[in-house]
């Protein structure tokens, strides 16, 4: 039957060391919490960040073709009936009627190995239909056979502005914006005529985008709040192939580059495609806290279906003039669209490494270490003096402030030095300075490489630039 309610081992992991280390809090949590909503703490929004400033160096800082945006969350309403969202964006929901919990259909049959995906209800009800008369329907929480038919629920989170009254007024609506693309397609024209670029080009943009999702049991993987990177390009359809290979191949590199393994990816074609859409991919990282390959990037052609309607509902053209050809189109657009906080999932999932290590007793124990790309690590140097002592204390606090204007570092005195190691490996900082007595005579300090745990002198005037070296944030 069913497991909706993904959570593992290592999913149990993962969240605890977010909790305990400061990387991801459940929101709300002294009012009891609110579904499907995360906070992040200072090492959960280093690491986002970093993975944000990745995806921006490689979709934008490196690129002659494509340009920013960041434009508001609330949008005019017309935007999400015109770009079909309003009418149909919905999932099939089924309910439990013994312990109300909600489920997804789609992912109920998925588990039968049934591809209900954009499936039409009739034919969902029609399958789940088949398994209720086999006996094989079974709540995956309390195991009644109980459950509702599936119907549509919207998954747009509404608001409203610009009412005097509490009341949700119709006229007055307006809505949380389920992906952050409907923003540049609105923007399109403004940038096209402010920044004199040509065909094809890019715009890219990050920010928050909400959903009402159904099932919301899988930490932060599907949030009803979270992030999205998208990148929309704008081409002539006669390019349009070259150009999707082009992308597809740009992203899965993008993965390899920051760590993750060929054999953890794969790409997933959609089958049925929305009717206005040529090709969809999806990346797929095997996540050992899902128990399996789940989407984290899709890739889309999309025609020229978003220009079009909007321009049809704004009465705006949309059109394109090329020069050199003479001609006028309305621009097709590629799309590529991830989720800054699944990717922050699928960094810590990879990451997360339990290994024996030796203790300063000489016996072994466990240690948990997050191995992530250093240049994604939420802090890059941790400096820890040996004793508290002011002789060792105060260079070690030198040290730190000279680091500090180049990474995000930090200095600790508290503790024994084991137990500051293993904090820091648990929060992946790739390298720990110990300041001890020998420093006071030989002016150098030991530097210890998280994944190796080897320890290397290193003179402290040449400090500076072995860290830089190491910590190199331009591979790309
Ligand atoms: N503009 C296209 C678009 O939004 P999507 O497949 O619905 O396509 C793209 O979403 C990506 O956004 C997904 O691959 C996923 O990484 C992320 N995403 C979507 N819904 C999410 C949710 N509820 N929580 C976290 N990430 C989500």
Not at 316 to 338: A, Q, R
Not at 359 to 374: F, I, N, P, S
């Amino acid at each position: 039957m069913a497991k909706e309610n993904n959570n593992n081992q290592w999913m149990e992991k993962i969240s605890s060391l977010c909790k305990r280390r400061g990387f991801v809090f459940p929101s709300s949590e002294i009012y009891g919490g609110l579904a499907a909503i995360y906070d992040y703490g200072h090492y959960g929004t280093l690491l986002k960040n970093n993975i944000r400033d990745a995806w921006w160096k490689e979709m934008v800082q490196l690129r002659d073709d494509i340009v920013g945006l960041d434009s508001a969350i609330f949008m005019h309403p017309t935007t999400w009936v015109a770009s079909g969202h309003v009418g149909g964006f919905n999932d099939p929901q089924v309910d439990c009627r013994n312990c109300k919990t909600r489920f997804r259909a789609d992912h109920i049959l998925e588990e039968f190995g049934i591809n209900a995906d954009k499936a039409p209800l009739e034919e969902i009800n029609k399958e789940l239909d088949k398994l209720r008369a086999e006996n094989k329907l079974k709540c995956a929480v309390c195991g009644s056979t109980d459950l509702t038919p599936a119907k549509v629920f919207s998954l747009m989170v509404k608001s409203n502005i610009g009412s005097p009254t509490e009341e949700l007024k119709e006229e007055n609506v307006v809505y949380l914006r389920p992906e952050t693309c409907g923003g540049i397609y609105l923007e399109y024209k403004n940038t096209l005529s402010s920044l004199h670029i040509k065909l094809p080009f890019g715009i890219a943009q990050v920010g928050k985008a909400f959903r009402n999702e159904i099932v919301a049991r899988q930490f932060i993987f599907r949030t009803r709040e979270f992030e999205q990177m998208e990148m929309q390009y704008f081409l002539h359809p006669s390019i349009m192939k070259e150009k999707y290979e082009m992308w597809k191949n740009i992203r899965w590199k993008w993965y390899l580059e920051y760590g993750i393994n060929e054999k953890e990816i794969r790409w997933y074609k959609h089958a049925k495609l929305a009717h206005y859409a040529s090709e969809a991919y999806d990346v797929e990282f095997n996540f050992k806290s899902l128990g399996g390959f789940k989407e984290v990037e899709g890739i889309h052609a999309r025609g020229n279906w978003d220009l079009s309607q909007h321009s049809k509902h704004s009465g705006v053209d949309l059109s394109y003039f090329d020069e050199k050809t003479g001609e006028k189109f309305i621009p097709h657009i590629m799309e590529t669209s991830v989720g800054l906080n699944r990717l922050v999932l699928m960094f810590l999932d990879h990451a997360y490494t339990e290994e024996k290590a030796p203790t300063a007793d000489g016996k072994e124990d466990l240690r948990v270490v997050l191995k992530l790309d250093k240049r994604l690590a939420p802090i890059k140097v941790a400096i820890l003096p040996l004793s508290k002592k002011e002789e060792l204390t105060v260079p070690a606090k030198k040290i730190y402030e000279k680091l500090k204007k180049l990474f995000m570092v930090e200095y600790d005195e508290t503790q024994s030095i084991g137990k500051r190691y293993r904090r820091q490996d648990e929060i992946g900082t790739p390298y720990c300075i110990t300041v001890d007595f020998d420093t006071l005579k030989d002016k150098a300090v030991t530097v210890r490489d998280r994944d190796t745990m080897q320890q290397e002198r290193i003179a402290m005037d040449k400090l500076e630039k072995y860290l830089t070296d190491k910590l190199k944030q331009s591979d790309l």
